[in-house]
């Protein structure tokens, strides 16, 4: 299997951007996702297909593509946006993999 | 209307075989494209993905507990299981099962997640 790489915290005012990255060889090959997690709470899938969003999922939440990078962008913070990102991807055998995990803080 | 709940035991013995029951509604597990997995998190950790089943009953593990894990289905009761073998404290975790969906060879992610179920590991 390999690895994905995020940092583990980033900061944003409410109002800003916040950019999220993530990191790992097989990016350029495969789908990339993205999960948010509140304290306690179930992960909720925000970004499918490296920029597809689900319905009910927010317009201020976006993604995109890179080389060996996806990022996860969040435009106009809200205060209720502060939780936990995560990225995944799978490898071409079907095995998943999930991102340490990006804990945003909203200042 | 998706859901999904994990049952199981909230307490093992280090050595034992944990034993987790995924039992979903909304969906069909025989519904070409649907699959079922199973995602772990230990206290204030990552997630970790550990093993997935689909409408073919193909199953899929996480290399690295590859050896410890088995998935298996049952489509009359709408219920996906996981064992995992000799259980050690560092698998102590919130257990999550998710539904998986796969169109045209290409996965949508894990759109819907259960509660998890919170499984310590201590004698």
């Known amino acids: 299997s390999y690895e994905l790489t995020q940092p583990p915290s980033v900061s944003v005012s409410p109002g800003q951007t916040a950019r999220i990255t993530c990191s790992g060889d097989?990016?350029?090959?495969?789908?990339s996702y993205w999960y948010q997690q509140k304290p306690g709470q179930a992960p909720v899938l925000v970004i499918y297909k490296d920029t597809a969003r689900p319905s009910g999922i927010p317009e201020r939440f976006s993604g995109s593509s890179s080389g060996t990078t996806v990022t996860l962008t969040i435009s106009g913070v809200q205060a209720e946006d502060e939780a936990d990102y995560y990225c995944?991807?799978?490898?071409?055998?079907?095995?998943?993999?999930f991102g340490g995990g990006t804990k945003l803080t909203v200042l | 209307q998706v859901t999904l709940r994990e049952s199981g035991p909230a307490l093992v013995k280090p050595t034992q075989t944990l034993t987790l029951t995924c039992t979903f509604s909304g969906f069909s597990l025989t519904t070409t494209g649907m699959c079922v997995t199973w995602i772990r998190q230990p206290p204030g950790k990552a997630l970790e993905w550990l093993a997935l089943?689909?409408?073919?009953?193909?199953?899929f593990y996480s290399t690295s507990l590859k050896t410890r894990l088995t998935i298996s289905r049952d489509t009359s009761k709408n219920q996906v299981a996981l064992s995992m073998t000799n259980m050690d404290s560092v698998d102590t975790a919130t257990y999550y099962c998710?539904?998986?969906?796969?169109?045209?060879?290409?996965?949508?992610?894990?759109?819907?997640w259960g509660q998890g179920t919170m499984v310590t590991v201590s004698s």
């Open positions: 995944q991807s799978a490898d071409s055998s079907g095995t998943w993999v």
């Open positions: 089943i689909d409408w073919d009953d193909d199953k």
């Open positions: 097989s990016l350029p090959k495969q789908y």
């Open positions: 998710a539904r998986a969906r796969t169109v045209v060879k290409h996965s949508m992610g894990f759109d819907t």
